[in-house]
């Protein structure tokens, strides 16, 4: 199959500019820390169904006339304003929650209702540590099936193709301060899973054309290398786009609390793309063409004619 783009000939430029927008993401992640909602940190979180639509300064005015001695408060109304995420960064006494949902039925009638999720300090260090082990689980088990299953160089290319796209995603939501919560947790993990999914659908064709490729020169590697990414650049579209679509119309049409989750689906899945091809594809080219430079000084008569 002919190709048009010879991704290999480029990749030192690529591993710059993904090794430049790293560096600035832990740069980032470093200074600033991460945006972490409820989940990983003590506090209170109240959703709270007006049943009809609602100005967010009244409710800003609810609460600060409720609550006058709780000052970080962060309010995210929802679709049609009828409903309201407002975000304590201290946990609410049951007293607390009573007199916020008296005031809003006092403005809003009965038919108000809400939802109420509380987070200790303990629960939240455990529920943080416990996210990062499961990150690292996943990498370590990838790590392992890619060994056994196909070898260590591909393993290696994979693994550092997966660090890539998590980080980039976390670096976006560190840079932007989105809020980081166990649904960007699930995603991170199923932005992994997709990732690594591209990554072997083309290693896969590598493997099969190693097979039956006489490889001598780096030249023959990288032709190798992009005749497979062209093989299989179909599939990885079509699949892509296919989730995209998907995760796109959660973000527009979906609710306020997984629109975090589809943004960070949609900002992984272009990044896993991007990786597969242009950072997983040449370390396997470089690694592989260590061993062959190894195998050329070890042969007994390397410039032997066949």
Same mark, same amino acid.
């Given at each position: 199959m002919n190709f048009k783009i010879n991704f290999m000939k480029h990749y030192k430029k690529f591993f710059l500019y993904s090794s430049i927008? =790293?560096?600035? $993401?832990?740069?980032?992640?470093?200074? !600033? $820390?991460m945006n972490y909602g409820v989940d990983f940190? +003590?506090? &209170? *979180?109240?959703?709270?169904?007006?049943?009809q639509q609602a100005e967010k300064a009244n409710v800003e005015e609810i609460i600060r006339t409720t609550l006058p001695e709780v000052k970080d408060v962060i309010l995210t109304m929802g679709s049609n304003n009828e409903r309201v995420t407002a975000r304590? @960064?201290?946990? %609410?006494?049951?007293?607390? &929650?009573?007199?916020?949902? *008296? +005031?809003?039925? @006092?403005?809003? $009638?009965?038919?108000?209702s809400y939802e109420e999720?509380?987070? @200790?300090? &303990?629960? +939240?260090?455990?529920? +943080?540590r416990k996210a990062m082990l499961a990150v690292l689980y996943a990498s370590?088990?990838? /790590?392992?099936?890619?060994?056994?299953?196909?070898e260590w160089r591909f393993a290696v290319a994979a693994i550092v193709?997966?660090?890539? @796209?998590? %980080?980039?995603?976390?670096?976006?939501? =560190?840079?932007f301060r989105l809020e980081v919560n166990l649904p960007f947790v699930a995603a991170v993990l199923t932005i992994i899973g997709y990732s690594i999914n591209d990554t072997i659908v083309i290693f896969d064709r590598v493997r099969e054309n190693v097979r039956f490729a006489k490889l001598k020169t780096f030249s023959d590697l990288?032709?190798?290398v992009n005749r497979s990414i062209w093989q299989t650049m179909t599939?990885? /579209?079509? &699949?892509?786009?296919?989730?995209?679509?998907?995760?796109?119309?959660?973000?527009? !049409? $979906?609710?306020?609390?997984?629109?975090? !989750?589809?943004?960070?689906m949609i900002i992984g899945l272009m990044c896993g793309v991007y990786s597969s091809i242009i950072i997983a594809c040449p370390i396997w080219l470089l690694l592989k063409n260590k061993s062959l430079n190894a195998k050329k000084l070890t042969s007994p008569n390397p410039i032997a004619k066949p």
């Amino acid at each position: 199959m002919n190709f048009k783009i010879n991704f290999m000939k480029h990749y030192k430029k690529f591993f710059l500019y993904s090794s430049i927008i =790293s560096i600035v $993401g832990l740069l980032t992640i470093a200074i !600033f $820390g991460m945006n972490y909602g409820v989940d990983f940190k +003590a506090g &209170t *979180t109240l959703d709270i169904t007006m049943g009809q639509q609602a100005e967010k300064a009244n409710v800003e005015e609810i609460i600060r006339t409720t609550l006058p001695e709780v000052k970080d408060v962060i309010l995210t109304m929802g679709s049609n304003n009828e409903r309201v995420t407002a975000r304590f @960064d201290n946990v %609410l006494s049951q007293q607390e &929650t009573n007199k916020v949902i *008296t +005031a809003f039925e @006092d403005k809003y $009638g009965e038919q108000v209702s809400y939802e109420e999720n509380t987070v @200790d300090v &303990t629960m +939240a260090k455990e529920l +943080a540590r416990k996210a990062m082990l499961a990150v690292l689980y996943a990498s370590v088990a990838i /790590i392992i099936y890619v060994s056994i299953r196909f070898e260590w160089r591909f393993a290696v290319a994979a693994i550092v193709a997966l660090l890539h @796209d998590a %980080l980039i995603t976390i670096s976006i939501f =560190s840079i932007f301060r989105l809020e980081v919560n166990l649904p960007f947790v699930a995603a991170v993990l199923t932005i992994i899973g997709y990732s690594i999914n591209d990554t072997i659908v083309i290693f896969d064709r590598v493997r099969e054309n190693v097979r039956f490729a006489k490889l001598k020169t780096f030249s023959d590697l990288v032709a190798l290398v992009n005749r497979s990414i062209w093989q299989t650049m179909t599939r990885s /579209i079509n &699949t892509v786009v296919t989730v995209l679509f998907a995760a796109t119309a959660l973000f527009i !049409f $979906g609710s306020e609390a997984i629109r975090l !989750f589809s943004l960070a689906m949609i900002i992984g899945l272009m990044c896993g793309v991007y990786s597969s091809i242009i950072i997983a594809c040449p370390i396997w080219l470089l690694l592989k063409n260590k061993s062959l430079n190894a195998k050329k000084l070890t042969s007994p008569n390397p410039i032997a004619k066949p």
